[in-house]
């Protein structure tokens, strides 16, 4: 599953929207009329019951809590009810169960500007991945074209790094529709704009390989700094590559550029 950086102004990600509630005053109990929380009540105090109980280590009541509260069309909880079903946290893991709460979800749409944006855009991130995938032993089979709408959906309309990265991704390798060098790296270059390792990576060995050495092996250089540990090791491999046949003045000037690359400005 992806991890997405919410990059716009006044977009709260899901993982900050819940973070606000880890010191709310919600009793870590079972849930029963004693704790004050029933299903009964709201959808939002059994949003906050379902957190405060998980991050308590009590996750069949926050996920009976959530499952209420989704019923009752909270969009926090069916996002948290479908991670639990992603990761098999608290539950058995079941990619197609989540698959359909992140399809609900998507389906529902968002309000400009509301506090369920974070929701909506991991939801859209996730049914990409799906879609890119499948799901064996499920009706979701791999629909490229699909994933890559996906993608570009939240990447157009929410300035989504990792979706700009996988959208180039996919328009590099012609999958799920033409291949176009040029729009792919339009959608590295912004991302990479934010700081995302893979975009820096891919996008500074695409100028590496234009000529542009100095500027290439600086964003290459610099990626290493952000990579991700399972990420890194195929970085450092096209940044070594590189490295070895630059010359001298490029492998110089690409130290000096890489502090400017590691603030999105070498691609510039």
């Not at 990579?227 to 010359?247: D, G, I, T, Y």
Request: with cysteine; proline share 3%.
């Amino acid at each position: 599953m992806w991890i997405v950086e919410f990059k716009r102004a006044g977009l709260m990600t899901a993982g900050a929207f819940f973070a606000a509630f880890a010191f709310s005053s919600v009793p870590a109990c079972a849930f029963d009329i004693d704790s004050g929380v029933t299903k009964e009540s709201g959808p939002f105090d059994l949003f906050k019951f379902g957190f405060k109980a998980y991050k308590n280590g009590q996750k069949e009541e926050a996920v009976e809590a959530y499952r209420y509260a989704a019923e009752k069309g909270h969009t926090g909880s069916r996002w948290a009810l479908a991670n639990m079903y992603a990761y098999g946290d608290g539950v058995a893991q079941n990619d197609f169960e989540a698959f359909k709460i992140y399809s609900e979800i998507a389906n529902q749409g968002v309000e400009p500007g509301s506090n369920d944006t974070g929701f909506f855009v991991n939801a859209l991130m996730s049914l990409a991945n799906y879609y890119r995938n499948g799901i064996p032993g499920s009706p979701v089979k791999i629909d490229l074209s699909q994933s890559r709408q996906l993608y570009f959906q939240a990447a157009s309309t929410f300035g989504v790094a990792e979706a700009q990265y996988q959208l180039a991704r996919m328009i590099l390798a012609g999958e799920g529709g033409k291949r176009n060098e040029l729009q792919a790296k339009k959608w590295l270059n912004q991302a990479q704009k934010s700081g995302h390792a893979g975009a820096m990576s891919v996008f500074g060995n695409m100028l590496f390989e234009e000529g542009q050495a100095a500027r290439g092996l600086a964003l290459m250089t610099a990626a290493l700094d952000r990579c991700k540990p399972k990420e890194c090791p195929w970085m450092q491999e096209l940044q070594e590559q590189a490295f070895a046949v630059a010359s001298e003045n490029d492998r110089r000037a690409a130290v000096m550029l890489a502090s400017d690359a590691a603030n999105g400005k070498a691609g510039d």
